[in-house]
C-alpha cells in the first residue's frame, strides 16, 4: 500500500465530518417526529463511528512517515507533556475533591481532537496545508448539498420543537441533534470555505444555513467571516473605515440575532438571556476559595458531555457552561484559562499565514457561549485547522523553498531551481 499524504489526508477528514450524518440518527428522527429526548436517555451506541474513524487518521498518521516524524519532534513532545502534566493535575485535584474518576475523564473531552491539531500542524509545515485543505473544501460540497436538503425540508415542515424557522416550519437541525449544532457546524464550514480561492458561493450557502438555523452564536461567527471576507477585499487605506464601526455593528448583530425573527424563540432577548443568570448561579454557589479561582472547581462538572451520558443532574454541583471559558475557569482555573487565551495570541504572534486573524478571531468568538470543543464536528474541523494555521511559519516557508516542495495530486515533486 503505498501512502500519499495530499491524496489520502482531505478523503479521510471528509469521512470523519460525514460521520456525523449518521450519528445522531435516532434523535434526529425523534425530533421530526416532534420528541425532544432526555440527554440521558439518548442512544450513544452510532457515534461510537466517529471515535472509530478518529483511531483510523491517529493509525494514519503513525504509518505515514512525515506525519509520524513531524509530530514526534522534540518541540512538539516538549509542548505535549507541559499540556499532560497540567491536565494529569487537574485529573488529580479534581479526585482529591471527591469526584468520580468518570467527571474528569469526560471534561478531557476538549482534547479528544487535539490529534487532528497535530496533523494540521505537520502538514502545513511540509507545505501541504493548503492543498490538503483545498482539497477537503472540494469534498465538503456533497456534505454541504446534503445538510442543505434536511435543512430546507426542516425549515418547511418539521414540527417546532425548538422554536418556528423564518420558512414557517420548525428551526433546522440537519442530522445533528439540535439547530445550536447545525448552525455551529455551518458556520464553521463557511469558515473552511473562505480558506479557498473559489468557494464563494459554498460560503454564502454556509453563511444562509447558519442564520437559518436561528443560533445566535452560529450568525454572528458567520458575520465574522463575511466581515473579514470584506475587509480583505478592502484596500488598506479604506479598512479603518470597516474598524471604526465594528464594535456598533457586533451589538447590532447580537440584537438582530436574538429577535424572533432570526432566532424563533420569544425567549432570546440577551439582557434576560438564561446563561447570564446561570453563570451569575455559578460563581455564587461554586467558587469557594482562592485554590478554586486559581485551579479550578472541579474538573467536568461543567461538561455537556456528563450531562449528555448521565442526565444533567446525575452529580452534585453538575451545570451546562454553555461557554468554553466558563468550562476553563471551572475546569482548569485562571490558570488554565489564561494558558489557552496565550495559546490563541500565540498562534497570531506566530503563525504567517494570510488567515490566521480569521481562524483565531472565529475560534475566540465561537467559545465566548458555546464550548465548541466538545462538539463534533465542529471541533474536528476546527482543530485541524488551528494546527495549520499555527504550523506555518516563516521557518516552515524557509523550509520548503530551500526543498523546492510542490504539493500536487500524485505526491511530492521537485520543482526545477
Same mark, same amino acid.
Given at each position: 500500500?503505498?501512502?500519499?499524504?495530499?491524496?489520502?489526508?482531505?478523503?479521510?477528514?471528509?469521512?470523519?465530518?460525514?460521520?456525523?450524518?449518521?450519528?445522531?440518527?435516532?434523535?434526529?428522527?425523534?425530533?421530526?417526529?416532534?420528541?425532544?429526548?432526555?440527554?440521558?436517555?439518548?442512544?450513544?451506541?452510532?457515534?461510537?463511528?466517529?471515535?472509530?474513524?478518529?483511531?483510523?487518521?491517529?493509525?494514519?498518521?503513525?504509518?505515514?512517515?512525515?506525519?509520524?516524524?513531524?509530530?514526534?519532534?522534540?518541540?512538539?513532545?516538549?509542548?505535549?507533556?507541559?499540556?499532560?502534566?497540567?491536565?494529569?493535575?487537574?485529573?488529580?485535584?479534581?479526585?482529591?475533591?471527591?469526584?468520580?474518576?468518570?467527571?474528569?475523564?469526560?471534561?478531557?473531552?476538549?482534547?479528544?481532537?487535539?490529534?487532528? /491539531?497535530?496533523?494540521? *500542524?505537520?502538514? $502545513?509545515? =511540509? +507545505?501541504? @496545508?493548503?492543498?490538503?485543505? !483545498?482539497?477537503?473544501?472540494?469534498? &465538503?460540497?456533497?456534505?454541504?448539498?446534503?445538510?442543505?436538503?434536511?435543512?430546507?425540508?426542516?425549515?418547511?415542515? /418539521?414540527?417546532?420543537? *425548538?422554536?418556528? $424557522?423564518? =420558512? +414557517?416550519? @420548525?428551526?433546522?437541525?440537519? !442530522?445533528?441533534?439540535?439547530?445550536? &449544532?447545525?448552525?455551529?457546524?455551518?458556520?464553521?464550514?463557511?469558515?473552511?470555505?473562505?480558506?479557498?480561492?473559489?468557494?464563494?458561493?459554498?460560503?454564502?450557502? $454556509?453563511?444562509?444555513?447558519?442564520?437559518?438555523?436561528?443560533?445566535?452564536?452560529?450568525?454572528?461567527?458567520?458575520?465574522?467571516?463575511?466581515?473579514?471576507?470584506?475587509?480583505?477585499?478592502?484596500?488598506?487605506?479604506?479598512?479603518?473605515?470597516?474598524?471604526?464601526?465594528?464594535?456598533?455593528?457586533?451589538?447590532?448583530?447580537?440584537?438582530?440575532?436574538?429577535?424572533?425573527?432570526?432566532?424563533?424563540?420569544?425567549?432570546?432577548?440577551?439582557?434576560?438571556?438564561?446563561?447570564?443568570?446561570?453563570?451569575?448561579?455559578?460563581?455564587?454557589?461554586?467558587?469557594?476559595?482562592?485554590?478554586?479561582?486559581?485551579?479550578?472547581?472541579?474538573?467536568?462538572?461543567?461538561?455537556?458531555?456528563?450531562?449528555?451520558?448521565?442526565?444533567?443532574?446525575?452529580?452534585?454541583?453538575?451545570?451546562?457552561?454553555?461557554?468554553?471559558?466558563?468550562?476553563?475557569?471551572?475546569?482548569?482555573?485562571?490558570?488554565?484559562?489564561?494558558?489557552?487565551?496565550?495559546?490563541?495570541?500565540?498562534?497570531?504572534?506566530?503563525?504567517?499565514?494570510?488567515?490566521?486573524?480569521?481562524?483565531?478571531?472565529?475560534?475566540?468568538?465561537?467559545?465566548?457561549?458555546?464550548?465548541?470543543?466538545?462538539?463534533?464536528?465542529?471541533?474536528?474541523?476546527?482543530?485541524?485547522?488551528?494546527?495549520?494555521?499555527?504550523?506555518?511559519?516563516?521557518?516552515?516557508?524557509?523550509?520548503?523553498?530551500?526543498?523546492?516542495?510542490?504539493?500536487?495530486?500524485?505526491?511530492?515533486?521537485?520543482?526545477?531551481?
Amino acid at each position: 500500500m503505498k501512502i500519499r499524504l495530499e491524496k489520502d489526508l482531505p478523503m479521510l477528514l471528509f469521512a470523519l465530518v460525514s460521520a456525523s450524518t449518521v450519528a445522531s440518527l435516532p434523535q434526529v428522527e425523534s425530533a421530526w417526529l416532534g420528541i425532544k429526548e432526555v440527554y440521558g436517555e439518548q442512544d450513544v451506541g452510532l457515534r461510537l463511528l466517529r471515535e472509530a474513524l478518529l483511531g483510523v487518521l491517529i493509525v494514519y498518521a503513525w504509518l505515514e512517515p512525515r506525519l509520524r516524524n513531524g509530530i514526534f519532534c522534540s518541540s512538539v513532545l516538549a509542548f505535549l507533556g507541559v499540556i499532560a502534566s497540567y491536565v494529569l493535575f487537574e485529573v488529580a485535584y479534581a479526585l482529591y475533591l471527591d469526584l468520580p474518576l468518570i467527571v474528569p475523564m469526560t471534561g478531557l473531552r476538549v482534547f479528544e481532537y487535539l490529534p487532528l /491539531a497535530l496533523i494540521g *500542524f505537520v502538514t $502545513s509545515g =511540509l +507545505g501541504a @496545508g493548503d492543498y490538503v485543505v !483545498s482539497k477537503f473544501a472540494g469534498y &465538503l460540497r456533497y456534505y454541504m448539498v446534503l445538510q442543505t436538503g434536511l435543512a430546507l425540508a426542516q425549515a418547511l415542515w /418539521a414540527p417546532p420543537l *425548538f422554536g418556528v $424557522s423564518m =420558512l +414557517g416550519g @420548525g428551526r433546522p437541525f440537519g !442530522s445533528f441533534v439540535s439547530p445550536n &449544532l447545525f448552525g455551529a457546524t455551518m458556520a464553521t464550514c463557511a469558515l473552511l470555505f473562505a480558506l479557498v480561492p473559489g468557494m464563494r458561493r459554498w460560503l454564502a450557502l $454556509s453563511v444562509f444555513l447558519a442564520l437559518l438555523s436561528g443560533s445566535r452564536t452560529a450568525f454572528i461567527s458567520a458575520l465574522l467571516v463575511v466581515f473579514f471576507q470584506v475587509y480583505c477585499a478592502l484596500r488598506p487605506r479604506d479598512r479603518w473605515a470597516l474598524l471604526m464601526p465594528a464594535p456598533i455593528l457586533a451589538v447590532g448583530a447580537l440584537i438582530l440575532a436574538s429577535s424572533p425573527l432570526l432566532s424563533g424563540r420569544d425567549d432570546a432577548d440577551p439582557t434576560q438571556d438564561g446563561r447570564l443568570d446561570l453563570w451569575q448561579r455559578v460563581f455564587e454557589h461554586h467558587v469557594h476559595g482562592p485554590m478554586d479561582v486559581l485551579f479550578g472547581w472541579g474538573l467536568g462538572l461543567s461538561s455537556n458531555t456528563v450531562n449528555l451520558l448521565f442526565g444533567a443532574e446525575y452529580f452534585p454541583g453538575q451545570f451546562d457552561s454553555d461557554s468554553l471559558y466558563l468550562f476553563l475557569l471551572n475546569g482548569y482555573g485562571v490558570l488554565g484559562l489564561l494558558a489557552y487565551l496565550m495559546f490563541l495570541w500565540t498562534t497570531t504572534r506566530m503563525s504567517v499565514h494570510p488567515n490566521k486573524g480569521l481562524v483565531t478571531m472565529f475560534i475566540f468568538v465561537a467559545g465566548l457561549t458555546f464550548n465548541m470543543w466538545e462538539y463534533f464536528p465542529q471541533n474536528a474541523i476546527l482543530m485541524f485547522l488551528w494546527g495549520l494555521v499555527l504550523g506555518r511559519t516563516v521557518k516552515s516557508e524557509a523550509a520548503a523553498r530551500r526543498a523546492h516542495i510542490l504539493p500536487v495530486d500524485t505526491g511530492y515533486v521537485r520543482q526545477t531551481p
